[in-house]
């Protein structure tokens, strides 16, 4: 892969995994772009923390407003869009919020490109657009189902990313990360939820155990993302980015126990647990595409990734609430 002098924006940038991928973009030597949620406070997410911030052009916009977008696109070849909300529970409360951002601020970004000629754009979509998996291992073509008002704005975001290309011949590529963990994950997510709560108290507080998800770590996803960027056969495909295993939430708990050196006590809280139609039971991708088109494929192990993701909460635990259910 040759980004070096490459003009690239990642929108999202000051999140967790877009600010992993912006770094990644300064060490490839990229000239790199951070679009930011401007904020009254002025500050950039994680980008804060980051010793390389300083190597990119912080640029801090709403990704619902037009204007903002098209304005950070100008002279930009490559577009990793990864701009979202993305709790499930607050699309419970806030429904149209979603709607902004996930599906107008991706038109906002398709419209921008039409008008600026990016080169490629990499979208970002979630595994949880297939829904509780109607057959497993889930490939591309399993259908999409709705389960959250946040999983329809997604889809309803990768239908636009699919109708631009389509329509347009925008180059677009979506790729659709299944559940990645890592370091600046918020408690919002099950595995920093599950840490913290060790790390300040052996008492556990969680939702439904029995689901099961497909565990990936920041720095696979990242390769994939890039990997996406530079495929010539990419464009106007979709692919996943999973590991091909499943675990339980309630071993997934066991497990990140037994790396903390606590023994385990759940406690099921019902503030925790979804509506039981919207709860998706069953994740487990088929990345089969992706390690042939892509030539991707993940390279750090779950209990790998857990105990580096561990090692930085641990000395990071000052900016997570562990007493609080993070919505």
């Given at each position: 892969?040759?980004?070096?002098g ?9 999140g ?6 912006a ?11 951070a679009?930011v949620?401007?904020n009254?406070?002025?500050?950039w ?6 010793e ?7 640029y ?12 950070a696109?100008e002279?930009i ?19 149209m ?13 398709l419209?921008a ?5 990016v080169k490629?754009?990499i979208?970002t ?17 399993h259908p999409l189902q ?6 329809a704005?997604?889809?309803a975001?990768?239908k636009m990313?699919?109708a ?7 180059p677009?590529?979506t790729v ?14 099950v ?6 709560q060790l790390?300040?108290?052996?008492a556990l ?7 099961t998800?497909?565990l ?8 994939g ?5 530079v ?21 997934l ?9 606590k023994?385990?006590?759940?406690k099921?809280?019902q503030n925790?647990?979804r ?5 998706v ?7 089969s595409?992706a ?8 390279r750090v192990?779950?209990?790998q990734?857990?105990s ?6 641990s000395?990071?635990l000052d ?9």
């Amino acid at each position: 892969m040759n980004f070096k002098g490459k003009k690239i924006l990642v929108t999202g940038a000051g999140g967790f995994i877009g600010s992993h991928l912006a770094e990644r973009l300064v060490k490839e030597n990229a000239k790199v772009r951070a679009m930011v949620h401007y904020n009254a406070l002025g500050t950039w997410g994680w980008l804060d923390r980051s010793e390389f911030s300083e190597h990119m052009d912080i640029y801090a916009g709403d990704i619902t407003d037009a204007g903002s977008v098209r304005k950070a696109l100008e002279g930009i070849e490559i577009v990793f869009h990864l701009a979202a909300l993305i709790a499930i529970p607050y699309s419970y409360i806030a429904p149209m919020s979603y709607v902004r951002t996930n599906i107008e601020g991706t038109i906002n970004v398709l419209n921008a490109a039409r008008e600026t000629g990016v080169k490629r754009i990499i979208h970002t979509s979630t595994s949880e657009v297939y829904g509780t998996a109607q057959k497993v291992p889930i490939s591309e073509n399993h259908p999409l189902q709705g389960q959250s008002p946040y999983s329809a704005s997604k889809i309803a975001a990768d239908k636009m990313v699919e109708a631009y290309h389509l329509s347009f011949g925008l180059p677009t590529v979506t790729v659709r990360p299944f559940n990645t963990f890592g370091p600046r994950q918020s408690a919002r997510a099950v595995i920093p939820t599950i840490i913290t709560q060790l790390l300040s108290d052996s008492a556990l507080s969680l939702g439904n155990l029995h689901p099961t998800r497909d565990l990936n770590y920041v720095d696979d996803t990242v390769d994939g993302f890039l990997t996406a960027a530079v495929t010539p056969k990419a464009i106007g495909e979709t692919f996943n980015l999973g590991s091909g295993e499943e675990i339980s939430i309630g071993d997934l708990a066991k497990l990140i126990a037994s790396l903390v050196g606590k023994k385990v006590k759940i406690k099921r809280n019902q503030n925790r647990m979804r509506p039981q139609g919207s709860e998706v039971g069953r994740l487990l991708a088929d990345n089969s595409k992706a390690k042939r088109e892509l030539g991707w494929q993940p390279r750090v192990g779950l209990q790998q990734g857990l105990s580096q993701t561990i090692d930085w909460i641990s000395k990071n635990l000052d900016v997570f609430r562990s007493g609080v259910y993070v919505v």
